[in-house]
């Protein structure tokens, strides 16, 4: 249920916002440097003021990481995608100097510094920064001797040190003034005393890395002679002074920068954290505990461990809000939450999804007894009373539990079903809990209103089709894909497969149905490559009914002809099983198939006791392992010698492989290592929406 907010709290929090921001404002006006921060999913950038005066851009005119880049030469473009890939991967500080211009095509130099965020799941989602004019300090150095004065009267600090002592050769008012130390002092003493921090092996590092540059960046610490230490931003670069090899040193206090950065980088953690979490509860929220939830469903596969989804529901809580308020509610939630958590192990997951609906994932649930005996000790401690103020409340809690892999081995379809079991558990009498089970689903939805629902959703065109990719394991490039229907019912919503195309085979709706997938899909593919995109080859399944329909031929080529879709990107998956129920007819039609230039495809084989014999006479250009196979490589030695097997033979009739079912590293590796270099499964995607598949096949920028 929603949470009010009281205007007081809203004005206090607005204030407090405004007052951060007019700070941050104060720090970039004293440091000289512009902040900003880029959204790498939606590809949007926020400049503070400074940085749309360093550019000389209009403040509040829209920019992305393309403003910073199309003003490079193509040198700097490469220097600073270089930078970019060096900050994601290594997860630290870089800084890179680079030449670039202002809106009205002025030369300038600049200092640009990031940081790259993670979002939950490890995953780059922004960088945070700041930028830095150093135009007019790159100037200083090139013209060194004649600006002499500036350089004795500037207010930034300026050193000249021995390369072999580290000794100071010349120093200037400056650094005088920021240290607090006269000229004879300063010149007495070398760069260890006033930088307390710095090691012999950084030192070491520098040198060397000025020597083979000739000039670097480095920020370090500065302590001052009454004991105070400052951070600042140094331009190095090596010179002759009075004969000796020595290196010049441009530095300028950033200390106001450190802050800035540090509220920035605090600032988007905060953001970060509450995208993820309840603010009410501090639990994980619904978006976390479905990444949670897939990840538990990927480590359960992988481990072979089963957990146990637990959907929670406080029993008349509504009546307390109405009565007592919601702020009493708040309590409440907040209280019920303390208990549901004492209940739990630390690896478990506990979120709220909203209002008074909880959510736990049980991990490592050998059987369900003991995902009972979770569930019941929540239930007892749900009965103590909770007293707020003058009220004495008693609450009790509805929990509906669907067991991974026994009930469901998807995220949609184990929230559906621990959410049915909750709503079981209310029919119950509250204060229960209860499991998913199949008398569940037949109850919910008996198979004569299934097929007449099936019927409807034909009518309607309910269907959507969901695509799995299939890709070339040695360049990791989309060669095709495999387009599977999904039922998409209004009332019930998402209907699995295995829930209706049993029944559709059965009764002969399966026909009308491929149909739609077969024109959605093709309808899809010519607007993918007249897009210039490149999704391979679409394959789709080839029902026995459909290949046993005296019209199926001529509607897949009028369908084709309808969409101007070319037979060469056609593929035609026919299950071994129902090839060799009358081996016959199936050749002579996929014959006639082939001739037009699609190609045919022997799907799920080794599991259907079909002839060499037959095998070598079928018009087939590719042989699909079954995931059966493939789960449980390359550790059991019996499906390595069934895979190698299926692989020669596929070898020796000069047929291509592609593996399906492939979840893990390993399982790819073995195939790819045994030349089985086609891949389709989880590893790389599960079956996804047409939209998300356009992001895959669109080249990233």
Not at 191 to 219: A, C, F, G, H
Not at 659 to 670: H, I, L, M, P, W
Request: charged share 25%.
């Amino acid at each position: 249920m929603p949470i009010d907010i009281e205007n007081d709290d809203l004005k206090t929090a607005l204030k407090k916002l405004k007052a951060r921001e007019n700070v941050l404002r104060e720090l970039e006006s004293v440091s000289g440097l512009g902040s900003w921060e880029v959204d790498l999913v939606a590809n949007k950038s926020i400049w503070s003021a400074r940085s749309y005066e360093i550019y000389g851009i209009e403040e509040g005119t829209p920019v992305n990481l393309n403003t910073f880049l199309d003003r490079l030469s193509d040198e700097n473009k490469k220097l600073a995608h270089q930078k970019l890939q060096e900050a994601m991967q290594s997860g630290e500080v870089v800084s890179v100097q680079i030449d670039t211009k202002k809106e009205d095509g002025t030369p300038i130099t600049v200092l640009v510094r990031g940081e790259v965020i993670y979002d939950e799941s490890g995953k780059p989602s922004k960088i945070i920064g700041t930028t830095q004019d150093i135009t007019e300090f790159i100037q200083i150095q090139k013209e060194a001797k004649e600006l002499a004065e500036l350089l004795e009267r500037s207010s930034n600090e300026i050193y000249i040190v021995d390369i072999d002592t580290l000794d100071y050769l010349y120093v200037n008012k400056g650094a005088c003034n920021a240290l607090g130390y006269n000229k004879d002092e300063l010149l007495q003493m070398n760069v260890r005393d006033i930088n307390p921090y710095i090691q012999t092996d950084e030192i070491k590092q520098l040198k060397n890395t000025l020597l083979s540059k000739n000039n670097l960046l480095n920020r370090s610490i500065h302590q001052r002679k009454d004991g105070s230490l400052y951070h600042v931003q140094s331009y190095i670069h090596t010179l002759q002074y009075k004969g000796k090899d020595s290196f010049v040193i441009f530095d300028i206090d950033i200390s106001p920068t450190i802050e800035l950065e540090l509220q920035y980088k605090q600032q988007t953690q905060e953001l970060q954290y509450q995208a993820y979490h309840d603010m009410l509860t501090e639990l994980p929220n619904r978006t976390l505990f479905k990444e949670r939830l897939e990840r538990s469903i990927i480590e359960a596969n992988r481990h072979k461990n089963n957990f146990a989804l637990f959907f929670i529901d406080l029993d008349q809580f509504k009546k307390i809000n109405d009565s007592l308020g919601h702020h009493i509610g708040d309590k409440v939630l907040i209280e019920a939450t303390k208990r549901l958590k004492r209940s739990l192990r630390e690896e478990d997951t506990l979120s709220r999804l909203g209002g008074d609906e909880f959510t736990v994932i049980l991990k490592n649930i050998k059987i369900p007894k003991n995902a009972a005996t979770v569930a019941q000790k929540i239930l007892n401690n749900m009965k103590e009373p909770i007293k707020i103020g003058i009220h004495t409340l008693h609450i009790s809690a509805s929990i509906g539990i669907a067991l991974y892999p026994d009930n469901a081995t998807n995220m949609d379809d184990l929230i559906k079903y621990a959410d049915a079991a909750m709503y079981k558990a209310k029919d119950e009498g509250r204060n229960n809990f209860q499991f998913y089970s199949e008398e569940m689903t037949r109850d919910a939805l008996s198979k004569v209103l299934l097929e007449n629902s099936l019927r409807n959703a034909i009518k309607e065109e309910e269907f959507v089709v969901y695509y799995q990719p299939q890709y070339d394991a040695n360049n990791n490039t989309i060669v095709g894909m495999e387009a599977l229907v999904r039922w998409i019912h209004p009332n019930i919503g998402l209907i699995p497969p295995v829930e209706f195309i049993p029944l559709a085979e059965e009764n002969g709706l399966i026909i009308d149905i491929d149909r739609i997938v077969m024109k959605k899909a093709m309808k899809q593919f010519v607007q993918w490559y007249e897009d210039g995109l490149n999704p391979g080859k679409l394959a789709l399944n080839l029902s026995m009914r459909q290949l046993s329909n005296n019209h199926f031929i001529t509607y897949l080529l009028q369908t084709m002809q309808d969409y101007n879709f070319q037979s060469s990107w056609l593929e035609l998956e026919v299950t071994e099983g129902q090839m060799m129920s009358n081996p016959e007819q199936s050749i002579r039609k996929l014959k006639r198939l082939s001739d037009m230039g699609i190609d045919i495809a022997i799907d799920d084989f080794g599991t259907g006791y079909s002839s060499l014999s037959y095998l070598k006479k079928l018009p087939l250009k590719k042989l699909k392992i079954d995931q059966s196979f493939v789960r449980d490589l390359p550790d059991d030695d019996e499906d390595v010698a069934i895979t190698k097997a299926i692989i020669a033979i596929g070898e020796s009739l000069n047929l291509r492989l592609i593996a399906e079912g492939v979840e893990t590293k390993e399982q790819r590796d073995f195939l790819l290592q045994n030349n089985c270099h086609f891949i389709q499964g989880y590893y790389y995607s599960k079956p996804i929406a047409a939209d998300e598949i356009l992001r895959l096949l669109t080249p990233q920028t």
